[in-house]
């Protein structure tokens, strides 16, 4: 069965960090370029960052400079480091392959609050 499984969101206090992965299965991520969205209630799913098959990278504004997307194709893994959190990245976090393959992962919750 192919699947995204993301894992390592949680509550965090502003100014905190966070390291999402998102292990895919069943099919390999190695020639696929990779991005991390996210939907925050009542708003549309947006793109967080890309990485291409070779390690190029591309982010949001809104997360330049506080995220880090990488991927480990041996473990057929994608990681999002994330730093400086503000209020505003709470949302529930996804993976996906680009272009995508057709379903979505359950996501994982990411809390920003004092």
């Known amino acids: 069965q192919v699947q995204f499984v993301e894992s390592g969101g949680g509550l965090v206090q502003p100014g905190g960090s966070l390291r999402l992965s998102c292990a895919a299965s069943g099919r390999s991520i190695s020639i696929y370029a990779m991005g991390w969205y996210r939907q925050a209630p009542g708003k549309r799913r947006e793109s967080v960052a890309v990485?291409?098959?070779?390690?190029?990278?591309n982010y949001a504004n809104s997360v330049k400079g506080r995220f880090t997307i990488s991927r480990d194709n041996a473990k057929n893994t994608m990681y999002l480091q994330m730093n400086s959190l503000k209020p505003e990245d709470t949302a529930v976090y996804f993976c996906n392959a680009i272009p995508g393959w057709g379903f979505w992962g359950q996501g994982t919750q990411v809390t920003v609050s004092s």
């Open positions: 990485i291409s098959s070779d390690g190029n990278t």
